[in-house]
Nanobody
Framework: QVQLVESGGGLVQAGGSLRLSCAAS????????MSWYRQAPGKERELVAG???????NYADSVKGRFTISRDNAKNTVYLQMNSLKPEDTAIYYC????????????WGQGTQVTVSS
């Protein structure tokens, strides 16, 4: 089994910054893509950013230029640096990891709340 534990959420004013972390633990052979998703009240869960094991990144258009995803493969940890936060960034942020080589499986964290006040 694999566990993902997020941290770093909280309340911040518009224009501020937060850094989210997600650490994976358990029986891990290899972690492929790691991603951050978010879900705002009444909306579907959406991809925010993803990063491959080799460091290739992709971002939702709404966060490009403001958010930066990175990872530390030695620590099985992924980060999301969020700058210039806006009220519309308010959501529960979830970490996702695709784990395994022969049979890759997705795992999810429990989520961390990010609230941006105007």
């Amino acid at each position: 089994q694999v566990q993902l534990v997020e941290s770093g959420g909280g309340l911040v004013q518009a224009g501020g910054s937060l850094r989210l972390s997600c650490a994976a633990s358990g029986t891990i052979q290899v972690i492929n893509t790691m991603s951050w998703y978010r879900q705002a009240p009444g909306k579907e869960r959406e991809l925010v950013a993803g990063i491959t094991r080799g460091g290739i990144t992709n971002y939702a258009d709404s966060v490009k230029g403001r958010f930066t995803i990175s990872r530390d493969n030695a620590k099985n940890t992924v980060y999301l640096q969020m700058n210039s936060l806006k009220p519309e960034d308010t959501a529960i942020y979830y970490c996702n990891a695709i784990v395994g080589q022969l049979v890759p499986r997705p795992y999810w964290g429990q989520g961390t709340q990010v609230t941006v006040s105007s």
